[in-house]
Nanobody, 124 residues
């Protein structure tokens, strides 16, 4: 079993930065495709970015391209999401997800594992 625990959320002003972490235990994250999703108030969960396990290929949703970066910290078995130049529209609960081979990379429930989420609020 893989356990995931997100941290690093909080309140940040527009234009600011935030670094989210997802600590994994029970299995190595190297064995999984990984992703960050977010749930914006009043909307369904949406993928922010996903990364393959084979070659590290990444997909970013258009609204975060150039502002968000996903990375694996292999030494710590942790997934990182760096967000810069944050906008109020980035507000939401952020989840890290993992699956050995998701059927649909953009569907939250197609991942076998996810954490409890961490709240990010971008507001002045």
């Amino acid at each position: 079993q893989l356990q995931l625990v997100e941290s690093g959320g909080g309140l940040v002003q527009p234009g600011g930065s935030l670094r989210l972490s997802c600590a994994a235990s029970g299995r190595s994250l190297d064995d999984f495709a990984i992703a960050w999703f977010r749930q914006v108030p009043g909307k369904e969960r949406e993928v922010v970015v996903c990364m393959s396990k084979e070659d590290g290929h990444t997909y970013y949703r258009d609204s975060v391209k150039g502002r968000f970066t996903i990375a694996r910290d292999k030494g710590e078995n942790t997934l990182i999401l760096q967000g810069d130049n944050l906008e109020p529209e980035d507000t939401g609960v952020y989840y890290c997800n993992a699956d050995r081979s998701p059927n649909n990379w953009w569907t939250f429930d197609d991942y076998d594992y996810w954490g409890q989420g961490t709240q990010v609020t971008v507001s002045s």
